[in-house]
């Protein structure tokens, strides 16, 4: 299983002052949740948008890696991927449907992968990422702006993407706690508890697994 996503996949602490352990980021939560049936790979990158480059950082843009990515873990029984909320920010001037078609490019690009077992695709969560959090600094103001609400309206628009795709979603929505040091990043509790949705609906996938 591949987990494909930014900072909160790579496991950032909120105030961005290190990292997370490996058994506090869901992903290895999720791990133990699922047990040795499951292996869960991580593949996340701070500042990681859906499909475009970041005229300040430089390797952000998710299309690029991910057929790569796919390729070097293949064969992969399922993909999970959780991006879109640096696409919010103000330096990008996008919509939240301009998010979502980025979105919708690179799940198509896992559908028409290889990358699942006998050279089929892979199945695909789709994850909503978790609203940020207004915490009422002027630095994040800047950085995102108008943002910050949209934040709020990507899920709908990702429950239409994998409607249109046939592929799962998962909103873990207001669920996830995050850290006011930030208004960006999990807490070791909200790292729990994504790990406990996203166990809730593998099972649901694959009730059988």
């Not at 910050?148 to 998962?170: K, T």
């Not at 207001?174 to 509790?189: S, V």
Request: charged share 25%; proline share 5%; glycine share 12%.
């Amino acid at each position: 299983m591949l987990c494909y996503g930014d900072s909160n996949t790579y496991g950032m602490i909120p105030g961005m002052t290190g990292r997370f352990p490996r058994d506090v980021r869901w992903t290895g939560v999720l791990q133990k949740l699922l047990g040795s049936e499951w292996y869960v790979i991580e593949e996340g990158l701070g500042g990681r948008t859906t499909v475009w480059d970041d005229p300040i950082e430089e390797f952000k843009n998710g299309k690029t890696y991910l057929l790569p990515c796919l390729d070097s873990h293949k064969p992969l029984d399922l993909v999970i991927i959780m991006l879109g909320t640096n696409d919010l920010k103000k330096r990008f001037s996008l919509s939240v449907c301009d998010i979502a078609y980025g979105m919708e490019n690179l799940v198509k690009t896992i559908l028409k992968s290889d990358a699942g077992a006998g050279g089929a695709a892979p199945q695909v969560l789709l994850a909503a990422p978790v609203p940020i959090l207004d915490i009422g600094s002027r630095e994040w103001r800047m950085l995102f702006g108008d943002g910050i609400g949209n934040s709020r309206l990507l899920a709908e628009e990702y429950r239409q993407v994998a409607s249109r795709n046939g592929i799962f979603f998962l909103d873990p929505g207001q669920e996830i706690e995050i850290g006011r040091e930030d208004g960006l990043h999990y807490t070791q509790k909200g790292h729990r508890r994504m790990a406990e949705r996203i166990a809730e609906k593998i099972h649901e996938i694959y009730p059988d697994g």
